[in-house]
């Protein structure tokens, strides 16, 4: 599956931004989506992630209550909305396609997110 993250930008710290990934390829849904960021010198931290029905979704402590995943699976796509971000958010942004929440097989080029102080 081909997937393409888009959306991000700069935001100052507070605001708001939500991310989008557009599937393509195979059936979109058979996965799981989930999404990552690498900040500048860090390791790749994992988000959050959402079922293939969209009725279960699972986040990282780091941005639980902040951060929501939901899917249109008519349109293919998964969301990534991003509320009172701060400046430690600001990374490269992924989304992932797998079998399951703990386990990718495909990863999409990222988009970049700025937070401002």
């Known amino acids: 599956v081909q997937l393409q993250a888009s959306g991000g930008g700069l935001v100052q710290a507070g605001g708001s931004l939500r991310l989008s990934c557009a599937a393509s390829?195979?059936?979109?849904?058979?996965?799981?989506m989930g999404w990552f960021r690498q900040a500048p010198g860090k390791e790749r931290e994992f988000l959050g992630c959402i079922n293939w029905s969209g009725l279960s979704t699972y986040f990282a402590d780091s941005v639980k209550g902040r951060f929501t995943i939901s899917r249109d699976n008519a349109k293919n796509t998964v969301y990534l909305q991003m509320n009172s971000l701060k400046p430690e958010d600001t990374a490269v942004y992924y989304c992932?396609?797998?079998?399951?929440?703990?386990?990718?097989?495909?990863w999409g080029q990222g988009t970049l997110v700025t937070v401002s102080s």
């Open positions: 390829g195979r059936t979109f849904t058979n996965y799981f």
């Open positions: 992932l396609a797998g079998p399951e929440c703990s386990r990718y097989d495909y």
